[in-house]
């Protein structure tokens, strides 16, 4: 029988970035799959990105699936593909029920219903709880817009229902159902949701109240991982692994205690202030050999008017701990902060050549929905002035969301280029160079593109990006 419900990870319409072409699945989807799949709900996936698809591959698929139910996942930037995926579904199967989740519609559920006829219902925030009782109204015959966290369409209105339900204990949401999906390098996993900082760029997705899982179920899912897909890479999503070092600590003594120390190669996101030499080193002997960490910026004022809570004191310090604790590391940065200048980007450089990071990252700002960003470039304030042509403009390194009043976007994009140049020739890691330039070809090639085109800092802001029109309503969790 075929599954009356297909959940889809919409493909790039042209890979441009290392995400588009990645060796790892969705796990957002992943984990609304196997909610499903536990509650008796047969399920199907198509991981476009994964499974190498184009989006015309994927429509065709869909098509012939022809499902009760659609489930689309989209981030900012995919939401037009998402959309077009939607719209020849919609013209092909009219009787199939197309569902919006994922962070764009979880931020803006009632301007994406007003933008995108083709999707019938956002679900709003975590999805697992909220999509099943959905999918069981829809497949039972009944209407499913009274579903806490389902926004729909209320004659000419949108009728909102907040967010869906969450769990407080997330070992109730269970694992993500890998089995569905085609065999890959590396298998994301998550030992919690939710962070405690306040980062202006960030839209924090899950709230600022942390939700662990318990470690004997995480470390289940690491024995599964290894043993049933022969996995022995696995990335931490959580938005701050290290938050609470207790936690970090017995889910470490419980990977020694499962036998499974060393047998695993895993990677996490560290805050500067969230890390010690014990945790490191804790870290270190069960097989995390890389990190990443977000530093923003170089200019201790713009730190402190990012509210991450760090200094670059913090963040040297945090990076000597990595040393001394045999990790790699990487070091994320952003090109326009609100009052950013070229002097505080040069500050941003010479922090990044003194922590000496084995890769480096400089994103340009792009301003995500329920961000703070969000808020400040959409009014127009601090100096912000927006830019995109679409929402694909929406993404830190190939996007074109914003530029700043004194920094105009092509001086952003050439900063940025001289930035990743100048870290990696001052600290002599030419061979971290050479492999992030091959990684990130097709990026690269983007960028210089961009760079040799006309000035885009003619074209006006285009009114339906600022105050009024483009206000949204934002449901911030
Ligand atoms: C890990 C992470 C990454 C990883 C992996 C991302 C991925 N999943 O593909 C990496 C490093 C690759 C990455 C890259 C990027 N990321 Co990122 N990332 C995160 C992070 C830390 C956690 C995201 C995550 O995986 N969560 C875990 C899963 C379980 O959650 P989920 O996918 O949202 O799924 C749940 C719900 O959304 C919902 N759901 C999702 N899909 C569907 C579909 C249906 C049908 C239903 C019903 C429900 C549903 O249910 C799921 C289960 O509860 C968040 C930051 C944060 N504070 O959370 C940023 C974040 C998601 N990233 C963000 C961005 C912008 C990016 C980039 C575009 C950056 C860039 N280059 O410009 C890239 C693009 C990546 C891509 N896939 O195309 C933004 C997204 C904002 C937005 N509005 O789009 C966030 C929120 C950070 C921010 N700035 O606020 N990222
Ligand atoms: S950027 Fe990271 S530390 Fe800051 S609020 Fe977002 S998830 Fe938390």
């Not at 429509?59 to 959309?83: D, F, K, S, W, Y």
């Not at 995926?85 to 029920?97: E, G, L, Y």
Request: with cysteine; hydrophobic share 40%; net charge positive.
């Amino acid at each position: 029988m075929a599954a009356p419900v297909l959940l889809v990870n919409p493909p790039a319409e042209v890979p441009r970035e290392c995400y588009d072409t990645p060796d790892y699945p969705h796990i957002g989807i992943a984990y609304v799959a196997g909610y499903l799949q536990t509650h008796g709900v047969p399920v199907r996936v198509i991981d476009g990105k994964l499974a190498r698809k184009t989006v015309s591959q994927t429509i065709a698929e869909i098509v012939q699936a022809n499902p009760r139910i659609l489930g689309l996942t989209a981030m900012t930037h995919m939401i037009v593909t998402a959309h077009r995926i939607a719209a020849a579904v919609k013209a092909k199967c009219p009787n199939t029920v197309i569902v919006l989740g994922g962070f764009h519609g979880s931020f803006l559920p009632e301007r994406t219903l007003r933008e995108f006829p083709s999707f019938d219902y956002v679900v709003v925030g975590e999805g697992e709880i909220a999509f099943l009782r959905l999918a069981n109204t829809v497949l039972a015959g009944h209407d499913p817009t009274a579903i806490p966290g389902v926004a729909s369409r209320d004659g000419d209105g949108i009728r909102l229902n907040g967010r869906g339900e969450v769990p407080d204990n997330l070992d109730d949401l269970g694992i993500p159902a890998w089995d569905l999906f085609p065999p890959a390098e590396m298998y994301p996993i998550m030992s919690q949701r939710g962070c405690p900082f306040r980062c202006s760029f960030c839209s924090r997705p899950y709230g600022r109240k942390l939700r662990h899982r318990s470690p004997a179920h995480v470390v289940a899912e690491i024995r599964r991982n290894l043993e049933q897909f022969g996995c022995r890479r696995m990335d931490f999503y959580d938005e701050t692994f290290t938050v609470r070092k207790d936690y970090v600590t017995e889910l470490c003594d419980e990977i020694v205690s499962a036998e499974l120390a060393g047998a695993v190669r895993f990677w996490a996101y560290v805050h500067a202030n969230t890390i010690d030499l014990p945790t490191a080193r804790k870290m270190r002997t069960v097989g995390f050999d890389e990190v990443g960490m977000g530093v923003e910026s170089g200019n201790r004022e713009i730190m402190r008017r990012m509210k991450k809570g760090v200094t670059p004191e913090d963040v040297l310090r945090a990076a000597r701990v990595f040393k001394q604790a045999g990790m790699r590391f990487g070091a994320y940065f952003i090109i326009g902060h609100p009052h950013e200048t070229r002097q505080t980007i040069k500050d941003s450089i010479n922090l990044a050549v003194r922590l000496n990071p084995d890769s480096v990252a400089f994103g340009l700002m792009t301003p995500y929905p329920g961000s703070e960003i969000w808020e400040l470039a959409t009014r127009g304030k601090d100096g912000y002035k927006m830019i995109p042509t679409g929402w694909e403009d929406f993404n830190k390194q190939i996007g074109k969301a914003l530029e700043l009043e004194n920094l105009p976007r092509k001086t952003m994009e050439r900063m940025q280029l001289q930035a990743y140049l100048t870290v990696y020739l001052r600290t002599h890691r030419f061979r971290e160079m050479f492999q992030a330039v091959w990684i990130n070809r097709q990026r690269i090639l983007f960028i210089l593109k961009k760079l040799l085109s006309p000035t885009i800092t003619d074209r006006a802001a285009s009114s339906s990006w600022l105050e009024g029109s483009a206000r949204p309503q934002v449901l911030a969790p």
